[in-house]
């Protein structure tokens, strides 16, 4: 418990910026929506003119862009890339900083198992995840609520800000899976940007070319797609299993290396 507490505290900091962050991009898409709406029918012309393949990887549907969650859906394919990056980040780092620190001697002496060391540390970068994504719900709501001029399915808006957490997830095990196979890593953005990134790409590269939907498991950002949320009030069951699937591997591994594995503290 000591050492859940003692990375909730040392976390604190850099979660409320990545909460910040988020809100801060959701906030300055959100200012368009009013005057987007003005004049939806010219707005659609200008997406139309856009190649189908550029509208499918920005994830751009003309007939409900102008809608709350037409147009909330497009950019909150931007609000999980940030997301994954805070996970990602913290994946990479929550194991990986006591060999960078110089800190693994003096706590790997504790009368504690390493199990119980990646249990803690797990734990607490869940419930930072959780914390950010609560956080986050509440503003979006909000300012979706104040955005919109007609009525809209807050369930259907809700299930869409879960994937954000799911998302999340799946980058804090694939992180925390990443970092273990280092025996000791100097930087944690390097791998964190790129890994994010590359997958990212994919992903766009996956949503325009509809001839391979399963090519689609390469990449946790096409798992789970808001216009399929909003289109059926629910999620993709093969790729939902498929991202717990990718989590309990990631622990798994996490756990099965560091547990193994020589720790250098210098």
Not at 93 to 110: G, H, N, P, W
Not at 248 to 256: C, K, V
Request: net charge positive.
């Amino acid at each position: 418990m000591n050492m859940f507490l003692h990375e909730l505290k040392a976390m604190r900091k850099s979660t409320l910026i990545w909460i910040c962050a988020l809100i801060g991009m959701t906030a300055l898409y959100m200012s368009i929506y009013p005057s987007m709406t003005v004049d939806a029918e010219s707005f659609r012309k200008l997406l139309a003119g856009y190649p189908p393949s550029v509208r499918a990887m920005l994830g751009i549907r003309l007939e409900s862009i102008t809608s709350m969650l037409g147009f909330y859906s497009f950019i909150f394919s931007f609000i999980v890339l940030g997301g994954a990056i805070q996970a990602m980040i913290m994946g990479v780092s929550i194991l990986s900083k006591e060999t960078r620190e110089r800190t693994a001697d003096f706590l790997l002496v504790k009368p504690v198992s390493r199990q119980s060391i990646v249990t803690a540390k797990l734990l607490a970068a869940g419930t930072v995840l959780f914390i950010t994504n609560a956080v986050f719900y509440a503003a979006a709501a909000g300012m979706a609520g104040l955005a919109a001029k007609e009525a809209f399915d807050h369930w259907v808006f809700f299930l869409i800000n879960l994937t954000l957490f799911f998302v999340q997830l799946i980058f804090l095990a694939l992180g925390a899976a990443v970092s273990v196979f280092f025996n000791k890593l100097k930087g944690v953005l390097p791998i964190s940007l790129g890994v994010v990134f590359g997958l990212y790409v994919v992903g766009a590269l996956m949503a325009a070319d509809d001839s391979s939907s399963a090519a689609r498991v390469l990449s946790p950002f096409q798992y789970f797609s808001p216009a399929y949320v909003v289109e059926h009030a629910g999620y993709e069951t093969p790729f939902l299993l498929l991202g717990a699937v990718v989590v309990a591997i990631g622990a798994a591994l996490t756990y099965f290396i560091y547990i193994r594995k020589d720790i250098h503290a210098v």
